[in-house]
């Protein structure tokens, strides 16, 4: 990757140079019309003492069969924007204790670029953006995520959609997630049309939420990827289906139908969904087959809506047999393991969520937030799956899939709280946030958890905003929340007047009896000269 | 067996299919019939008191304004709520957000909204800046969804939530309702640059506005509030209202410009500006998850 890269890295400097010295592109904050923008100072005789009155009339008639054009805000085409921050500075691992031959131990002239997105609409219908965050040194790109998507439509309704993206990051400095190897993938490629505004079609490969769950969510069968623990709302892939839908109101039919995957003509899945509004709350209620019964068929209900103060959700799953497949240490062979299914017998699967929030006028708000989860197809002791030679097993079985080895275990509870408070005012408002998430699998007796402190100082943290954080992973080696053993990360970042950034982060790996085993170090500075 | 499977499968799945038009077609949830025409008397079910709209549509109010009561001055705010409303048509409008900000500067923020207040309808869409463009938000009575056109995720959540993580709650997006929300306290007069204004001092009588008190000056003659003082619960200022020009459509009146001065940091401001306002009827498909999904990125 280094070598290969030098080139990469001076056609992408010479990108980021070109773009930067562009004058032709607009940043998309501070272009507002002088008539939308509020005044320097607010004289209450001008806004009101004016000669003109404050209120003009339009003729009901005229309004009701046209658009009136209050101000004049005609939107020109093409439209080139960017937005985001570039910088520069200093980069720098260090491993202090428990050094490899592999672990560097450098101090690089870096640079980095924040958020960066380019968005091009040559007109109202067509839109193509790509976005941009990298770090880089001068001998190498150390990491890089780069989405692009394009929007194109014949009519508000009728579009094509095409969206990609690119991920390198071998030691996740840009997201919670480790791209070992650059890594491409095409997110989204589909159609959208309807017929007659009453049915809707999306056709091609997609995104698909289905569930009302944060951090557990068993009914959503038909995404491709795991959930983030650490970042749960992130996009997931989807698989390439057709889905109909049919807009009822606020209730809601959908349909959708994923062809053959694996070149069976005969195989495919189909799942349909209900949405029903009902007093405030919204029930689901779904059913699932697939035709080579890899994946069980299932029916699932789903619920969200307010008791009181609080906001409840949950999902239910029953399922016939389970899509998992098992292993177990041979009775036979000792030390040897065998994979097996089990088909014949229903499962369920239930989560609960609550959360309640509260926001007071001086600036004190408190939310909380738990989500329980019974899984009934994993294993009540899940700690099988840490052995090497089991999970080699599931991997070799003829029916494995990749969800074999997530979210195996049988009961789950996940939670996360924050609490905030206002101070001072002004400049010197400072506004402190302590908040925490956690997450735990009982059946594998693994934790995950993250306390974060925040303190920002002006409007918006723009003075200065400090953050720290530590998240610590506690378990045994490949257990779901520590998959790398017991690690903790405290980690510093502090931003002054947006311009100056400073991170630092402490990886700290620890044994089983929680002495330090190795312990590096991540650093970096960075002036954001630039920022749009 | 397997292709017995197959067929039990595909079989299944038609009938759960057939199950659900079945079961649509006879559950119908919210708004009501009878949008797509637009216009028509305000329906039940849209969270108004018994009484909201007829009592004070032929309240006679006290010509000298410095004889105003407390009973007076609530059925004047209750006036300002109800024409803010249009319960006789669906509402259009483009609305542009300019704040500014001493440390992060100026921002600039488009949307489109959707309004059918005699069903409690609203439909917000982002069109700028192009990086949020197709967020959007569906409220219906005490319904509402986000939806995130990252994720394809849609959010079904209820009023008492805030909203994206402000200080905003979801309660704001409804239509005016201060005189549901507030009791008044105490009456005087005044005036604003060519205006004659009746002040009045309102306390909240629930815990679900974000200001326990208010200050609200609101012209004489046509009845339209031109400023809002808003206080905690310790009568520090947070945020000053101005509603600095109106339109007029039949009986409904729309703050058009709306200037919002922040209480803690002078230097903070924004203004919103309405513009492209309509009055025609909006398809029923706009109120639904459906289009909030294909008008978005």
Redesign the interface.
Known sequence: MKARNRPVSIALAAAALLVLSAGGLWAQTGTAPASQTPPAAIDENALFGGPKDIVTVIDPNVAATSVVQLVQDTKTYPVFLISGTAGAGLFGNYTPVGAASTDPQKLYGAVNLSGLEFDYLPTKSLHFSVSADLLAVPSEILSASVGAYADLRASELVRLYAAGSFDYDPNAYLSTKTYATPTFSLDELFVDTELGKKVFFRLGKQRISWGVGYWYKPSDVLSLSAIDPDNPTAAREGPFAFKIDMPMKLNHAMLYVVPPINGDAGSFSAASKYDLVVNGWELSFAGFGRTDMLARPRGIFTFTGAIGAFDVYGENVILYGSDRTYVQESSTAPGTYETYRVENIPFVQSTLGIKYSLSKSNGLSFSAHVQGYYNGTGYADSTILQKSAARTAVEHSATYQPTDLTQAGMWYLAGSTSISGRFGEGRNLTVVTASAYALTNFSDRSVRFNPQLSVQVGDQGGRATLTLSDLTAIGALYSEYAPNGNKTTPALTLTVFDKLSLQASVPITLDTDFSIKKVQTAFSVFWNAVSY | M??M??RM??K??LV??GL??I???K?????P?GGGQ?GGAPMGGIGLPLGFLEQNKDYQFPDDITKYSATDFLMLVRRTDIRSSFYD?DM?A?I?T?S?????????RKEQIFRRDKDDAFLMLTL????R?GQGMLR????MWRY?P?????T???L???YENS?V?NNDFRRWQRSIDYSVEKITTGT????TVIIGELKANNDEV???YIRMYIEKD?K?V??VEE????M?L?R?A?Y???????NS?VP?VQ???DG???E????V????????PV???Y?????LE??S?
């Open positions: 397997v292709n499977q197959r499968t595909s299944l799945s759960l299919f659900v038009l079961f649509s077609a559950a119908q949830g919210a708004p019939a637009g048509s259009t483009t542009t300019v500014v900000s001493p440390d992060k500067g100026t921002f600039v700028e800046p192009e990086s463009k219906v009575d005490n319904n995130d990252t994720s394809r995720k849609f079904h959540t209820t008492k939530d805030t200080t709650r604003l640059g060519n205006y974000p200001f326990p046509r339209i031109l400023k206080y905690s619960l310790s520090k947070l000053t101005y600095t020009q109106y339109v007029q459509i039949g009146f058009t200037i919002f001065q803690l940091i002078p903070k401001r924004s203004q500006t309405y513009t492209d306002i309509s009055t025609k398809p029923d498909y109120f639904t998850k459906e289009y294909r008008v990125q």
